[in-house]
């Protein structure tokens, strides 16, 4: 039986596919994508750089995974934290900090001298990073009406991807002209530059910039435009409801965990697995590592797009959300498979590909969720979202790198991933998006 979000739901009352074009919160999602590429640029150039990084530092694949895995430990344990600080003080704010913070992690990664000080920047860079995405989530919630929510996610993973896939070309280049220190060097600046942009071009609230029009607010759910972050006091603030709030997210959580394992795979080890198992050099790993992940750049804003397609047709949010998981997890699931059957590196390539391109469709899914489940707790929402794709990032770089040193296998990790795929496929069933009720709003705003 097919369950309705219901008439008084805001995805029910909001006008199908409210534009974005002249409009500023399409400028908003602009600067949110330029946001995500840089982040995800800084997050995975170490991947390229691996076995520049490794050389000079002397470091084992195990070793090198522990730096890469120290990234994840702050970055999973913020989420939560993290969210709330977006939602506490505004994405303005936190989002121009935080910038700042990678920023200076990025430099410092290029500064290391051994696995402590590699370590200890991957972990500055968790850090900062951990409530980048669940504040720009918040920000999304304040400025996009809900039938854009899908899409929105879709277009800034886009962005991450693009980032991620451009990455390993332009980390090649620099390595190749001023080398790996040089190159983190750049990236931290780029960083703070996108940080002065932000603060300067961004407002909390979309009533409070000038060039937002009486007809663009008025796009925007009632609940959305009203809202604002109350960063003096908590008197009209609706509280967390915790116990509701982490049983209706737990699910999206797990299924996030066994997405994340899998995407971390693709960001950490794949310049690895290409030099290793077709000894590839710089140039040859950086080109077919981008081929793969350029694979994503479509599918996030894909899926994110299929998402809102089906809420418009069907006006259930279980189907629109759950049937993308579905397809998602057990597309990339089935596509793997080929990849550990033969050694021919275009099919592998081939293969690799399509199981990204399905991975990717339910990202903006996941992110959309707990806007979905509780507008006006986004960042916290998320963030608790989110926190399953912290915890892979801390287990699946050291597993992969574990079992690679004592086995010399990179199917075998690579089968364990095919397995949590389908896991995360029969998890998504159990996923419900569907909005909290009336406890969750605060009086006078009426039933979500």
């Given at each position: ?22 409009r500023?919160?399409?400028?908003v999602?602009?600067l ?8 995800y ?17 002397h ?5 090198f995974?522990?730096a ?6 702050p ?25 700042v913070?990678?920023?200076?992690s ?15 920047a991957?972990l ?24 854009r ?5 879709g ?19 620099l390595?190749a002209t ?8 750049a990236?931290g ?14 407002r909390?609230?979309?009533?409070d ?5 009486e ?17 003096t006091s ?7 409801p915790w ?34 198992e ?11 590592t ?11 804003t894909?899926?994110g797009m ?10 259930s ?11 998602g997890?057990?597309?990339s ?69 574990f ?17 949590l ?24 705003r009426?039933r979500?």
């Amino acid at each position: 039986m097919t369950l309705s979000i219901g008439p008084a739901s805001p995805a029910a009352k909001a006008p199908v596919r409210s534009p974005l074009r002249h409009r500023v919160r399409g400028r908003v999602l602009m600067l949110l994508c330029v946001l995500y590429a840089v982040s995800y640029v800084d997050r995975t150039a170490i991947s390229t750089a691996a076995p520049s990084i490794r050389a000079d530092l002397h470091l084992t694949e195990t070793q090198f995974g522990l730096a890469l895995a120290a990234y994840s430990l702050p970055y999973a344990l913020l989420q939560v934290f993290g969210g709330w600080i977006g939602d506490r003080f505004g994405p303005r704010k936190v989002l121009g900090i935080l910038a700042v913070a990678w920023g200076i992690s990025t430099i410092w990664t290029g500064l290391a001298t051994g696995l402590l000080a590699l370590g200890t920047a991957r972990l500055l860079l968790g850090l900062s990073e951990g409530a980048a995405f669940p504040t720009a989530t918040r920000a999304m919630s304040l400025w996009l009406p809900g039938d854009r929510r899908g899409y929105g996610q879709g277009v800034v993973h886009s962005a991450a991807r693009l980032g991620a896939a451009i990455a390993p070309l332009m980390m090649a280049a620099l390595l190749a002209t001023v080398g790996w220190r040089a190159a983190f060097l750049a990236l931290g600046i780029v960083s703070a530059l996108w940080a002065i942009a932000w603060v300067r071009r961004f407002r909390d609230r979309p009533q409070d910039d000038d060039q937002v029009s009486e007809t663009e607010l008025g796009e925007l759910d009632a609940q959305h435009a009203d809202e604002a972050p109350r960063t003096t006091s908590a008197v009209n603030r609706p509280k967390v409801p915790w116990r509701r709030l982490v049983a209706r997210i737990a699910p999206v959580t797990l299924v996030d965990f066994c997405y994340g394992w899998m995407l971390w795979v693709y960001l950490t080890w794949l310049p690895s697995f290409f030099e290793a198992e077709y000894g590839l050099a710089l140039a040859g790993f950086a080109l077919f590592t981008s081929l793969v992940l350029s694979a994503g750049v479509v599918s996030d804003t894909l899926g994110g797009m299929l998402s809102d397609r089906l809420l418009a047709r069907t006006r259930s949010l279980r189907t629109a959300r759950r049937v993308n998981l579905v397809i998602g997890l057990a597309g990339s699931m089935l596509a793997l498979i080929p990849s550990l059957l033969v050694h021919n590196l275009v099919l592998v390539t081939i293969s690799l590909t399509l199981s990204f391109f399905f991975l990717e469709l339910t990202n903006s899914v996941l992110w959309t969720i707990p806007m979905d489940i509780a507008p006006d707790h986004a960042g916290v929402a998320s963030g608790l979202m989110n926190t399953g794709f912290g915890v892979a990032g801390i287990v699946s770089p050291i597993v992969f790198g574990f079992l690679i040193d004592r086995t010399g296998n990179w199917q075998l990790p690579l089968a364990l991933s095919v397995v949590l795929l389908a896991i995360g496929t029969l998890l998504s069933l159990r996923v419900d998006p569907r909005p909290l009720d009336a406890e969750l709003v605060p009086a006078g705003r009426g039933r979500l």
